[in-house]
């Protein structure tokens, strides 16, 4: 059993920046693909970035070139780090855990954080 736990939301003005980590426990990080996804109220889950075990990434069109993910083994922590913050990235972001690598779709995923909401104001 995998456990996930966010931080390092909160609140930033259009432009600015925040990183969020993923810290993981109870498994072998090394080898699970990460996922980062979002959800803002009324909306369904969305993928934003995913990074594989051997360090291969993959981003929503939305947020490439304004967004990084980024894993640390050693750490067993995985990172989003977060430029060019606009309003429409307000959500609570939360990271996710396969281990058959990562994908796009949520359902592939068999553990989850809960969530650190992110706040970009206008």
């Known amino acids: 059993q995998v456990q996930l736990v966010e931080s390092g939301g909160g609140w930033v003005q259009a432009g600015g920046s925040l990183r969020v980590s993923c810290l993981a426990s109870?498994?072998?990080?090394?080898?699970?693909?990460m996922g980062w996804f979002r959800q803002a109220p009324g909306k369904e889950r969305e993928f934003v970035a995913g990074?594989?075990?051997?360090?291969?990434?993959n981003y929503a069109e939305s947020v490439k070139g304004r967004f990084t993910i980024s894993r640390d083994n050693a750490k067993n922590t995985v990172y989003l780090q977060m430029n060019s913050l606009k309003p429409e990235d307000t959500a609570a972001y939360y990271c996710?855990?396969?281990?058959?690598?990562?994908?796009?779709?949520?359902?592939?995923?068999?553990?989850w954080g809960q969530g650190t909401q992110v706040t970009v104001s206008s």
């Open positions: 996710a855990a396969s281990p058959t690598g990562f994908s796009r779709l949520p359902s592939l995923y068999n553990y």
């Open positions: 109870g498994g072998s990080f090394r080898s699970y693909g």
């Open positions: 990074i594989g075990w051997l360090g291969g990434t």
